[in-house]
């Protein structure tokens, strides 16, 4: 029988798992990474964020108590000796040096009157004549009693800055003013943080630099704090490029001191290092496993496909077998009708026969007229009636239900009988029947004069398509335990309408007279009682390929079916 196609669109299918294994399975696997990706960035900026406001909030501390200790010292140093004291030039000497014991953060420290002149002064430069009265430093102390000043260059072209404290006592007003020395705050910024990656340094509000920076330039550069205004006692944190384009993490934090701001300054990149190697890792875990879930995905859908596509195809050919069988019961059951119908008169007719027959008999065969011609037609009628009578008899047995012999059967040997069957007739018309047996074909039970008859009936077809030239090739193998049997043919083969239709009683190609149509219809049924079954593959063209399968043993009969045959 010809395998019919089922109609499923497959790649349809195929498409439709596929994409609905991928969302399901790749969706929450995509959740994952970008969750876990999002969360250890998040988990990581918290922590050197943190990492980096503590410092920079700790320096702060250090700074400011550093400076308030400075201004407290002035201070008191101011308001607690005279004018007489601190204008005299070596009792200022010997303040000086008390207060050096203590720390070494002062340069140097003068007294100067309301004109803006030193009236006393100790230290390591020549000031003896200098005058503020035009300085900045010496307008905001007047107005403001107490005053430090930015980092600037002064007459003595060193970066340095001034605190200076305003006293009235008497008739006198002045100023003391102390130099703080750079060192001292350098040196307070680098023993709290620094290393090739870090940065810490101090800018004006005017954004000028205070101290030297590693990465944003010397003292006095200018240097771009943020827009807003930093509120005081708590950090700011941003990302800052350098000038060399790297990226870093700023924390600010304003001074309660003084108006300056102190930043810190981190290679975010150097700390980040672990968490770049741990997101590359998500990242190739994840691409992986998306890559083996898709791998994994398409052969799944692919197995799955396949097998649906087999299981339709047995379901196929299981339902074109039943429709067959069907179609042979509903019409087998008419021939069979017909057969015992058409029986009866060709009985009469046979009878009839027979009795002028016995007439002739009692007749004088010389002296009758038509003596001779009448027991011509007499034979011819009773000729004619016995073929009838073999075709309403192959309907009837067609139609019938059999009871199948059991006998054993060597497939090679009944292949042979067959073919020898029509040996003469195929060398007639110059067909080779070639012979390729298996040796190894198990004997099988099953009912030989019928299966003959599917063979011959195979064969016959064979030689009538083929015409002449040409040859058969009969096959044997052993399969499942059964046996198989395949006869190819060189002839024109068939096309799709006629391989459809081959197995229909009645159905012929063949001219009025010379074929019946129940050829293959009665092999069909014949196979089906045995428990077998008949496949054929033909293009036109290129010849046909019957195949017959065969099992070990025919099926029991129900007690039921042995009733009916
Ligand atoms: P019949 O031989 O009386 O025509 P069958 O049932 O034996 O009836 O065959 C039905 C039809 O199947 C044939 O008429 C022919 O068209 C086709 N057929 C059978 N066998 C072959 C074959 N080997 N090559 C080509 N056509 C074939
Ligand atoms: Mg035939």
């Given at each position: 029988?010809?395998s019919?196609?089922?109609?499923r669109?497959?790649?349809?299918?195929?498409?439709?798992?596929?994409?609905?294994?991928?969302?399901?399975?790749?969706?929450?696997l995509?959740?994952?990474?970008?969750?876990?990706?999002?969360?250890?960035?998040?988990i990581?900026?918290?922590?050197?964020?943190a990492?980096?406001?503590?410092?920079?909030s700790?320096k702060?501390?250090?700074?400011?108590?550093f400076?308030?200790?400075?201004?407290?010292?002035?201070?008191?140093?101011?308001?607690?000796?005279?004018?007489?004291?601190l204008?005299n030039?070596s009792?200022l000497?010997?303040?000086f040096?008390?207060?050096?014991?203590?720390?070494r953060?002062?340069?140097?420290?003068g007294?100067?009157?309301?004109?803006?002149r030193?009236v006393s002064?100790?230290g390591?430069?020549?000031?003896h004549k200098?005058?503020?009265?035009?300085t900045?430093?010496?307008?905001?102390?007047?107005?403001?009693?107490?005053?430090?000043s930015?980092?600037?260059m002064?007459?003595?072209h060193?970066?340095h800055?001034?605190?200076?404290?305003?006293?009235?006592?008497g008739?006198?007003?002045?100023?003391?003013?102390?130099?703080?020395?750079m060192?001292?705050i350098?040196?307070?910024?680098?023993r709290?943080?620094?290393?090739?990656s870090?940065?810490?340094?101090?800018?004006?509000e005017?954004?000028?630099?205070?101290t030297d920076?590693?990465?944003?330039g010397p003292?006095?550069?200018?240097?771009?704090?943020?827009?807003?205004?930093?509120?005081?006692?708590?950090?700011v944190?941003q990302?800052?490029?350098?000038?060399?384009g790297?990226e870093?993490?700023?924390?600010?934090?304003?001074?309660?001191?003084m108006?300056w701001?102190?930043?810190?300054?981190?290679?975010?990149?150097?700390?980040l290092?672990p968490?770049?190697?741990?997101?590359g890792?998500i990242l190739?875990?994840?691409?992986?496993g998306?890559?083996?879930?898709?791998?994994?995905?398409?052969?799944?859908?692919?197995r799955?496909?396949?097998?649906l596509e087999a299981?339709?195809?047995?379901?196929?050919?299981?339902?074109?077998?039943?429709?067959q069988s069907?179609?042979?019961?509903a019409?087998?059951?008419m021939a069979?009708?017909?057969a015992?119908?058409v029986?009866?008169?060709l009985?009469l007719?046979?009878?009839?026969?027979?009795w002028?027959?016995d007439?002739?008999?009692?007749?004088?065969?010389?002296?009758?007229?038509?003596?001779?011609?009448?027991?011509?037609?007499?034979?011819?009628?009773?000729q004619?009636?016995k073929?009838?009578?073999?075709?309403?008899?192959?309907?009837?047995?067609?139609?019938?239900?059999?009871?199948?012999?059991?006998?054993?059967?060597?497939?090679?040997t009944?292949?042979?009988?067959a073919?020898?069957?029509?040996?003469?007739?195929?060398?007639n018309?110059?067909?080779?029947?070639?012979?390729?047996?298996?040796?190894?074909?198990p004997v099988?039970?099953?009912?030989?004069s019928?299966?003959?008859?599917?063979?011959?009936?195979?064969?016959?077809n064979?030689?009538d398509?083929?015409?002449?030239?040409?040859?058969?090739?009969?096959e044997?193998?052993?399969?499942?335990?059964?046996?198989?049997?395949s006869?190819?043919?060189?002839?024109?083969?068939?096309?799709?309408?006629?391989?459809?239709?081959?197995?229909?009683?009645f159905?012929?190609t063949k001219?009025v007279?010379?074929g019946?149509?129940?050829?293959?219809a009665?092999?069909?049924s014949?196979?089906?009682?045995?428990?077998?079954?008949?496949d054929?593959?033909?293009?036109?063209?290129q010849?046909?390929?019957?195949?017959?399968?065969?099992p070990?043993?025919?099926?029991?009969?129900?007690?039921?079916?042995?009733?009916?045959?």
């Open positions: 029988m010809s019919p196609s089922p109609h669109g497959y790649k349809a299918i195929h498409r439709r798992v596929l994409t609905m294994l991928l969302i399901m399975s790749l969706t929450p995509a959740a994952l990474g970008f969750f876990c990706m999002d969360r250890i960035t998040a990581y900026d918290e922590k050197i964020s990492g980096l406001e503590a410092v920079t700790s702060h501390r250090a700074l400011d108590t400076m308030v200790e400075r201004i407290a010292q002035i201070k008191t140093l101011v308001f607690t000796h005279s004018y007489d004291e204008s030039a009792r000497s010997s303040i040096s008390v207060m050096q014991s203590t720390s953060s002062f340069v140097d420290m007294i100067i009157d309301m004109n803006g030193h002064y100790v390591p430069y020549d000031l200098a005058n503020y009265a035009e900045t430093w010496f307008a905001e102390v007047l107005r403001k009693g107490v005053y430090v930015d980092v600037f002064g007459y003595r060193v970066p800055f001034v605190i200076a404290v305003l006293r009235h006592e008739e006198h007003s002045f100023i003391l003013r102390a130099t703080i020395d060192e001292a350098d040196a307070l910024l680098r709290v943080y620094s290393g090739p870090s940065d810490a340094f101090l800018v004006s005017q954004g000028v630099l205070q920076s590693l990465f944003n003292i006095m550069s200018k240097y771009a704090l943020p827009a807003e205004r930093l509120a005081r006692n708590s950090v944190t990302i800052q490029t350098t000038a060399d790297k870093m993490l700023a924390a600010m934090m304003r001074l309660e001191s108006p701001v102190l930043v810190v300054m981190d290679d975010v990149h150097a700390g290092k968490l770049r190697q741990l997101k890792f190739l875990f994840t691409v992986l998306g890559m083996l879930t898709c791998v994994g995905a398409e052969l799944c859908t692919r799955l496909v396949a097998s299981a339709d195809q047995k379901q196929a050919h299981i339902d074109a077998a039943m429709l069907s179609k042979m019961a019409l087998g059951k069979a009708g017909v015992h119908e029986n009866n008169p009985m007719i046979q009878e009839n026969a027979g002028i027959r007439l002739l008999e009692d007749e004088d065969a010389a002296t009758m007229q038509n003596y001779q011609e009448i027991l011509a037609s007499t034979e011819k009628i009773e004619h009636v073929r009838a009578k073999a075709i309403t008899q192959g309907m009837l047995g067609f139609g019938r239900r059999m009871n199948p012999e059991r006998t054993e059967v060597l497939i090679n009944l292949a042979d009988q073919a020898d069957m029509l040996k003469t007739e195929a060398a018309r110059n067909i080779v029947i070639e012979r390729r047996y298996d040796p190894q074909v099988i039970l099953s009912d030989p019928r299966l003959e008859q599917v063979f011959i009936n195979i064969i016959d064979a030689i398509a083929m015409g002449k030239d040409g040859s058969i090739s009969i044997t193998h052993a399969h499942n335990g059964g046996v198989r049997i006869f190819t043919d060189t002839g024109p083969g068939m096309d799709k309408e006629t391989l459809h239709r081959i197995f229909d009683p159905f012929t001219k007279g010379e019946t149509g129940l050829g293959l009665i092999c069909f014949i196979l089906e009682k045995l428990g077998g079954h008949i054929v593959q033909s293009e036109l063209g010849g046909t390929s019957f195949t017959v399968s065969l070990a043993e025919p099926p029991q009969m129900t007690s039921e079916e042995r009733a009916e045959a």
